[in-house]
């Protein structure tokens, strides 16, 4: 059965964490590398608002499939 992901604010707590808790303490990254992936995130959420019409709150886990990365890619 397929896990179904809460479609609310479940990717901002997970992007957070990502971002302040896993990449510098687990995975040993430094400040710069965090924030280059904050930045490569920040201009994935621009595209997605300017080009596919959705806001900071209507952003989640399905926005990164296949279509929408591809998308953003070309």
Known sequence: MKYK???DS???IFARSYLHDYMPVVRNLSDKSVET???SLKTY???LEIVKS???EK???DVFSRD???D???
């Open 5 to 7: 992901r809460k479609k």
């Open 37 to 39: 992936y904050k930045q």
């Open 68 to 70: 929408y990365i591809k």
């Open 54 to 56: 959705l806001s900071n």
């Open 72 to 74: 953003y890619v070309v």
């Open 10 to 12: 479940d990717f901002w």
């Open 45 to 47: 959420l621009r595209f």
């Open 59 to 61: 952003v989640t886990f």
